[in-house]
């Protein structure tokens, strides 16, 4: 900010010159230049030691460069309805991914405003059922509600791509960076994710762009339908998975057009919904959830948890389907049988079917990339694991079920082949 003739407060942009000399004035001047933690273009609700205080201006104590006029908080109450209806149109797997999404969108707000202390935020990933489910979109929402525009990654196929975009918007300030549609194993080759969850310092590369950037305040999301972990990225992630509504489904409508038309024209409606639920907690001496599991992000799970149980009641944070989760998403064949059986069950081909069988379909929907005799030895070798006895399995936390039966071959080889039946849920899905 500079000052006009009359006194009044302007903001400026200075060039590269100007910044030279702030920074050779700095020994001798430290009012000049200003440590900033956090920037955001919207208000920052903040912990300063003692109460939650919302910041819109410069504040020295806490570091924290904000924009945009005060807020007036909603009452926790309205702050519930406020939340709720913005998620409504979508179908969560669970009421435990429902209470992870609300924590997805509070998470910027304890995050940036201090109130987990040195804890972090855990990756947040959204899993699709299929494509065109929403998860892109509920992401695009936690960044509109903070005032920030969505700026996805999404070259994981390149690692050097992807720090590069990892650092852009890391020096740019950014506070929540996600990435869009990952599949493969673009995450599970790139361990700079795993640092950037733990370490409180990230050494940033790019095109005529280097330095450190402070990641303690940040929150990393991504969302997939087909993606790999590895066990380490896996036990720092947190789990929300979403179902595609049927074609007949009908959405809800807004007078601004889409629902991010309307977030963004009702923007400081939501941003106080989530400060309103923060400031709640933080009123009553940021006390921990009783159901705790003693998840690696201690702070965070305790916060999450105390207004989840409080506000929003039969909504568990880390349920048995989270821990579920976490121990299937380092396995690569998991989403591949969940992919298969998918194709399977949605498609022409019913009834029995060999592991070769279920190869070529695979083969056939893009699903595998050998040869044949690779194909049909992988997904042979696969099923016989999971599936080991003749007999009746749920699978991927209930959403398909596996009749397996074994019988001699009616080619006369006297070799026994074993057959399966797969259904997802609406088809016969009920375990007997």
């Not at 889409?258 to 941003?271: F, G, Q």
């Not at 080991?388 to 074994?406: M, S």
Request: glycine fraction near 10%; charged fraction near 25%; hydrophobic fraction near 40%.
């Amino acid at each position: 900010m500079t000052q006009n003739r009359k006194g009044e407060e302007l903001r400026s942009s200075f060039m590269e010159a100007d910044a030279r000399v702030f920074i050779t004035s700095a020994p001798n001047s430290p009012d000049l230049v200003r440590t900033v933690d956090v920037f955001s273009n919207v208000p920052v609700l903040a912990w300063d030691g003692k109460k939650a205080v919302l910041v819109n201006r410069y504040d020295r104590e806490l570091r924290i460069l904000a924009d945009g006029e005060t807020l007036t908080l909603p009452t926790p109450a309205e702050a519930v309805e406020i939340i709720v209806r913005l998620l409504g149109d979508y179908d969560f797997g669970s009421n435990g991914d429902l209470g992870r999404a609300i924590s997805l969108l509070l998470s910027p707000a304890l995050a940036q405003g201090g109130f987990l202390g040195k804890g972090r935020v855990p990756l947040f990933l959204i899993e699709k059922s299929e494509a065109s489910t929403g998860g892109s979109l509920m992401l695009r929402l936690a960044c509109q509600i903070y005032g920030l525009k969505p700026k996805p990654i999404s070259r994981l196929d390149n690692k050097d791509k992807a720090v590069e975009d990892i650092s852009r918007l890391l020096l740019s300030g950014a506070g929540f960076i996600y990435f869009d549609n990952a599949r493969g194993k673009g995450l599970q080759n790139l361990p700079e994710l795993e640092s950037l969850l733990t370490e409180p310092i990230f050494n940033c590369r790019a095109p005529y762009l280097h330095g450190e950037a402070d990641v303690t305040r940040r929150v990393l999301a991504v969302s997939s339908n087909g993606a790999v972990f590895s066990r380490d990225l896996a036990s720092r992630t947190v789990k929300i998975y979403i179902r595609k509504r049927p074609a007949d489904y009908k959405f809800a409508e807004y007078a601004e057009g889409s629902i991010e038309d309307h977030l963004v024209a009702n923007m400081r409606l939501y941003l106080g919904a989530v400060f309103s639920l923060v400031k709640d907690w933080a009123d009553q001496g940021r006390p921990a959830g009783k159901e705790l599991t003693g998840f690696r992000f201690t702070q965070w799970e305790k916060a999450c948890a105390w207004i989840l149980e409080n506000h929003f009641p039969g909504l568990p944070l880390l349920d048995a389907s989270h821990q579920e989760a976490q121990e299937r998403l380092a396995d690569p064949n998991h989403d591949l049988l969940r992919n298969l059986f998918r194709v399977v069950s949605e498609g022409e081909t019913r009834g029995e079917l060999t592991a070769s069988s279920l190869a070529e379909i695979g083969a056939e929907a893009g699903l595998l990339d050998g040869d044949e005799q690779q194909n049909k030895l992988r997904v042979g070798k696969v099923m016989k694991s999971r599936f080991p006895n003749d007999g009746e399995y749920p699978f991927d936390g209930g959403n398909f079920r596996v009749v397996r039966d074994t019988r001699i071959s009616t080619s006369g080889n006297g070799h026994n082949i074993s057959f399966y039946e797969i259904y997802g849920k609406g088809n016969n899905y009920e375990l007997n």
